[in-house]
Nanobody
Framework: QAQVVESGGGLVQPGGSLRLACAASGSIFSIYAMAWYRQAPGKQRELVAR???????LYGASVQGRFTISRDSANNTAHLQMNSLKPEDTGVYYCYVVAGGHDYWGQGTQVTVSS
């Protein structure tokens, strides 16, 4: 059974940092891309960062220069290092995996940036 699990969310003050982790397991093989999306209350889900085979990365404009996505292909995991966090970064962060012609979503992890 395919499973995508996020971890690492929490409450942080503005200017702080968090590191999110995503682990893909079960019947997920030949991963092409892993990505992070987020959804704030009342807003549409948006791309935060994506990493594909060959470690090609893409970032949303609002996080460019502050967030870094990385991937451990051997362990089917990805991380999102988030620095200089702002209140507008608050939302549920979802991991998205593309593998073997299928795509998979995790359940999400809450990130709250507030003083």
């Amino acid at each position: 059974q395919a499973q995508v699990v996020e971890s690492g969310g929490g409450l942080v003050q503005p200017g702080g940092s968090l590191r999110l982790a995503c682990a893909a397991s079960g019947s997920i093989f030949s991963i092409y891309a892993m990505a992070w999306y987020r959804q704030a209350p009342g807003k549409q889900r948006e791309l935060v960062a994506r990493i594909t085979t060959g470690d090609n990365t893409l970032y949303g404009a609002s996080v460019q220069g502050r967030f870094t996505i990385s991937r451990d292909s051997a362990n089917n995991t990805a991380h999102l290092q988030m620095n200089s966090l702002k209140p507008e970064d608050t939302g549920v962060y979802y991991c998205y995996v593309v593998a073997g012609g299928h795509d998979y979503w995790g359940q999400g992890t809450q990130v709250t940036v507030s003083s």
